[in-house]
Nanobody, 115 residues
Framework: QVQLVESGGGLVQPGGSLRLSCTAS????????MGWYRQAPGKEREWVAT???????YYADSVKGRFTISRDNAKNTVSLQMNSLKPEDTAVYYC?????????WGQGTQVTVSS
């Protein structure tokens, strides 16, 4: 079992920045990929970014060049640095971890981009 806890959401103006963090506990040594997803009101959950255990990163086209995913394996954390935020980035952001072919999810943290 893996438990994930996110932090760092909040309200920010368009063009601003936020940093989300996610800490894994439990059987964190079995984690392979970690990533972030988001779900806006009335929409399906969508993938945002992934980082492999080896540090290779992948991004959705909608956030490429603005968001940066990073990982600290020693601290069992994954972070998402979000710059140049847009109103359309408003959503609940969920941390994701894949361990032994199972998906684990955090509880989500709200990000609101509004003036």
């Amino acid at each position: 079992q893996v438990q994930l806890v996110e932090s760092g959401g909040g309200l920010v103006q368009p063009g601003g920045s936020l940093r989300l963090s996610c800490t894994a506990s439990g059987s964190f040594f079995s984690i392979n990929d970690m990533g972030w997803y988001r779900q806006a009101p009335g929409k399906e959950r969508e993938w945002v970014a992934t980082i492999t255990s080896g540090g290779i990163t992948y991004y959705a086209d909608s956030v490429k060049g603005r968001f940066t995913i990073s990982r600290d394996n020693a601290k069992n954390t994954v972070s998402l640095q979000m710059n140049s935020l847009k109103p359309e980035d408003t959503a609940v952001y969920y941390c994701n971890a894949v361990a032994r072919l199972r998906n684990y999810w955090g509880q989500g943290t709200q990000v609101t981009v509004s003036s």
